[in-house]
């Protein structure tokens, strides 16, 4: 039996990026935990079939396409969980996309729009879903940084690691605005997790996989579904006296500090 403190029954959750990846998974725990979820992506069929997966667990799951670098569709997606289902307890900011790049070559635009889907759009994820748990005087968001937030990747990763740095330290600014009115506010860094598009880039270039295993004290990349536990934790009462933590999900990369690359050294992969 698990522990009571671990549940989400009687909650609502809403999980972008729900369609594929960590974002799925993020979702389909939480319906595991008990809680009824909306799930919000680009892509809309992907998260209509992570709704039926969390119907069959017999929790409520209402699928709807959000684009996180729009303003205008993210406050959509809450007038739609307002009207579904009239509540939020838990946000999971998961969805966001980014360019590789190195730094001389890279438009400023391109930077721009990195910002605009991994940064303002959580803030504004995040906005939304704030002033909703204030009014109930509770909730937790979970937004998605990066290891790469915290210490440099190299290999083109400069627009992504600058604003993975700004999610974090935005989760410890709204942890601190909003602690003393019922709401957490916490971020988890994830290192190298297997994906769709992490799988086309090993196969692309395969010793670019050496380099990140060399980084990670586990010799070994995540799986999506390691992200159900740090998550369900989070979001529970389990977690009711953290927050403003970035927690690191990354196999002890950052423990070691040697997963970061520069040009010219001899792990460096374009």
Request: charged share 20%; with cysteine; hydrophobic share 45%.
């Amino acid at each position: 039996m698990s522990h009571p403190l671990f549940s989400l029954a009687g909650k609502v959750a809403l999980v972008s990026g729900a369609a594929s990846g960590m974002g799925r998974q993020m979702a389909i725990g939480f319906a595991e935990a008990g809680a009824d979820v909306l799930l919000a992506d680009i892509n809309l069929p992907g998260a209509e079939a992570t709704a039926n997966d969390i119907g069959k667990l017999g929790r409520r799951a209402v699928a709807v396409k959000c684009d996180v670098s729009n303003v205008d569709q993210i406050r959509e997606t809450f007038r739609k969980l307002d009207s579904e289902f009239g509540r939020i307890d838990v946000l999971g900011n998961v969805a966001g996309e980014a360019t590789m790049k190195i730094p001389e070559e890279m438009p400023v635009e391109e930077v721009q729009q990195v910002f605009q889907n991994l940064v303002f759009g959580r803030f504004v994820m995040c906005q939304e879903g704030g002033r909703r748990m204030l009014k109930q005087s509770k909730g937790s968001i979970i937004n998605f940084g990066s290891v790469s937030g915290w210490s440099s990747l190299g290999r083109g990763q400069t627009a992504y690691g600058m604003a993975m740095a700004a999610v974090i330290h935005l989760t410890k600014e709204l942890a601190t605005q909003w602690a003393a009115r019922g709401v957490r506010v916490n971020c988890i860094m994830p290192a190298q997790v297997w994906n769709d598009g992490l799988r086309a880039r090993v196969e692309e270039t395969p010793e670019v996989l050496d380099t990140f295993i060399g980084g990670i004290p586990m010799n070994r990349l995540g799986e999506p579904e390691e992200i159900k536990g740090p998550a369900i934790f989070l979001a529970s009462d389990a977690a009711s006296f953290v927050t403003g933590m970035a927690l690191p999900m990354d196999g002890g990369n950052l423990a070691l500090n040697a997963g970061g690359t520069y040009p010219g050294s001899p792990r460096a992969i374009g």
